[in-house]
């Protein structure tokens, strides 16, 4: 898949994701809006029949007492409802109404407004209400019970307390028909609203959340798995571009060097014969190198490595190692200096294998290094085992190579130029051989000034 195709998938995807998102972010704010708003209704249709009661009440009882001194005319009856009705109609003006209310009303109220809410409106809630006259500019009845004022000592507290019922969107004017100056209102106050209206919303709410999440990690997982499959088949590419290209060149000298055994100027010549025959050994023996190091990768993987621990002296390894490598340094003008500074130089470690990493690593240092190459190798006591050190003045490499190096295949990227051979497998066998004996490898480097390498051997190894 090309990198446009995968980069329009995401871009459509995660469009897609956006889309979805919104739509349902503005579903469940449409649909908590609907909610509120059957709310309100009810609510006020609760508080208009509470207040249509109340002033029934009062009005009830207006018309007792209008009617309480009963008399015996026609005449006189007249003229009683007539000052009944101004009675009445002056009460009812009467700004101080509200005083009139007394405790049978309150709990004619109480129960009203409880019934009309739980039975009628199906609103289950909590819920405080109060009768507030302007006049007065406080409280006049508070769930049920006359509000009691001790002067002007109403602490703040019940200030406080009351201030949800006091800023309530659920108020209403009480008789602002008949007096339409300073009416009261009787208010609703529901402490439990919020949750209330949220309560059906949140399972939606958090069930949408979740499964977005869950596309949105599946998407990411899939994204990811792509752009590592895509690497890998990089990695492979590379792999074989560059098995190919180390192979060439021993074949063709193999070719080459076999040719010239045939010519006729050469074949009475056994001198000649023989050198050309060890270059074919030579080659021959590298072609055997690269091949056995793709195999020991291979069996790494398969974790079928087998470590066989003996009894070795680590300078003595090292030693020999070094001076094998030296001729290559020599060769190119450089120096390979051997510390054997290391004193409890007995170890139990595979020969084979410890000796390998330590020509890989000084094999790299010759490789990566530009210039005339000044290498250290270095043995050190140290804590519990011994370490290897391994140090150039070469290339280096940046932090974020320095984080892959140990990956198999990985190779730092100069550009597309593949100046210095590899496969990219041998430091990924340096860490896998230190790990089988224990220990840890490390790297120090810097862009431009040179590497170190650190390998740990521990004394008493545990072979995995
Ligand atoms: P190869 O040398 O076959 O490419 P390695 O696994 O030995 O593979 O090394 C991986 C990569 O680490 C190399 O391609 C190189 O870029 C970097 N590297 C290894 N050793 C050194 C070093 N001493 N200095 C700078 N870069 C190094």
Not at 64 to 79: A, F, N, V, W, Y
Not at 234 to 243: G, V
Not at 307 to 318: F, G, M, Q, R, T
Not at 423 to 431: I, M, R
């Amino acid at each position: 898949m090309s990198k446009k195709v995968i980069i329009s998938i995401i871009i459509l995807m995660s469009a897609a994701l956006i889309g979805l998102s919104v739509i349902q972010f503005l579903w469940i704010r449409k649909s908590l809006a609907l909610k509120e708003k059957t709310f309100d209704d009810r609510i006020f249709i609760t508080l208009n029949m509470a207040k249509e009661k109340l002033l029934e009440n009062l009005q009830e009882d207006i018309t007792i007492l209008g009617l309480e001194k009963k008399i015996s005319t026609q005449d006189e009856r007249r003229r009683e409802q007539l000052e009944y009705e101004l009675k009445k109609n002056k009460m009812l003006s009467d700004t101080n109404l509200l005083e009139n209310i007394e405790i049978s009303h309150i709990e004619e109220l109480d129960n009203f407004i409880s019934k009309e809410l739980k039975i009628n409106q199906g609103i289950d809630l909590t819920y405080e209400y109060g009768i507030y006259s302007n006049r007065t500019k406080s409280f006049l009845i508070r769930d049920g019970h006359f509000v009691v004022e001790f002067g002007n000592s109403k602490s703040s507290s019940t200030i406080k307390t009351q201030d949800g019922l006091e800023s309530t969107p659920y108020s209403l004017p009480l008789f602002e028909d008949v007096s339409s100056n300073e009416p009261g209102y009787l208010k609703l106050y529901f402490p439990k609203r919020t949750r209330y209206l949220w309560q059906n919303l949140i399972p939606i709410v958090l069930s949408s959340i979740l499964f977005t999440a869950l596309v949105l990690f599946c998407f990411s997982y899939t994204v990811y798995i792509v752009f590592k499959q895509k690497k890998i088949s990089e990695i492979k590419n590379d792999f074989i571009n560059n098995m190919t290209h180390e192979f060439k060149t021993p074949i063709a000298t193999i070719s080459l060097a076999s040719d010239s055994i045939g010519n006729a100027s050469i074949i009475g010549n056994p001198e000649k014969i023989k050198r050309f025959l060890s270059i074919i050994k030579a080659e021959n023996k590298r072609m055997l190198n690269q091949v056995e190091k793709v195999l020991q990768m291979a069996q790494i993987d398969k974790k079928e490595i087998t470590i066989k621990p003996a009894k070795i002296d680590i300078n003595e390894l090292v030693e020999n190692v070094a001076e094998n490598s030296a001729l290559k340094v020599q060769s190119r003008g450089g120096s390979l200096e051997i510390n054997l500074l290391a004193k409890y130089t007995q170890i139990q470690a595979d020969q084979t294998h410890l000796s390998n990493i330590v020509a890989n690593l000084i094999d790299n240092a010759e490789k990566y290094t530009k210039e005339t190459p000044h290498i250290i190798v270095e043995t050190q006591d140290d804590k519990d085992g011994i370490k290897i050190i391994v140090k150039d003045n070469g290339i280096g490499m940046s932090k974020d190579s320095q984080k892959h190096i140990f990956e198999k295949f990985y190779r730092v990227h100069t550009g597309n130029l593949h100046d210095v051979k590899g496969f990219g497998l041998g430091l990924s066998y340096v860490k896998a051989i230190t790990e089988a004996h224990g220990g840890r490898v490390f790297v120090k480097s810097e862009l431009g000034k040179g590497s170190t390498f650190t390998v740990f051997i521990p004394f008493k190894p545990k072979f995995s």
